[in-house]
C-alpha cells in the first residue's frame, strides 16, 4: 500500500511538470512573443499568477479519464495473465 501511495504522489506532482510542458507547446503554435522562457518559467509564472491552484487546473479531469482507463488497463492485463499462467492467484 505505501509503494501505491508513494507512486500516486509522484505521478500527481508529475502532473505539474506535464502542465508546463503543454503550454510551451501551445506557445510554439500560437503568434507572437513567446509568455514562457521554459518548464521552470511555466511554473512560477503559473504560480504568482493563481498560487498551486493554476499549476493543477484541469487535475480532476485528467483523473477521471486516467483513472478509469488505467484500471481497465491493468485490470485486464491481471485476468489475461491469470488465464495463461495456470496456478497463479
Keep these: 500500500m505505501f509503494k501505491k501511495s508513494i507512486f500516486f504522489s509522484l505521478n500527481y506532482l508529475a502532473y505539474s511538470v506535464i502542465h508546463a510542458f503543454l503550454n510551451l507547446q501551445v506557445q510554439q503554435a500560437a503568434s507572437g512573443p ?9 511554473v512560477k509564472s503559473l504560480w ?34 491469470r488465464m495463461m499462467i495456470p496456478g497463479l492467484k
Excluded: C, M, W
Design 34 to 42: 513567446p509568455k514562457y522562457n521554459g518548464p521552470v518559467h511555466v
Design 48 to 81: 504568482k499568477e493563481g498560487g498551486i491552484r493554476s499549476i493543477y487546473k484541469g487535475t480532476v479531469v485528467t483523473l477521471l479519464r486516467d483513472v478509469p482507463a488505467n484500471a481497465a488497463y491493468f485490470g485486464g492485463y491481471e485476468i489475461i495473465q
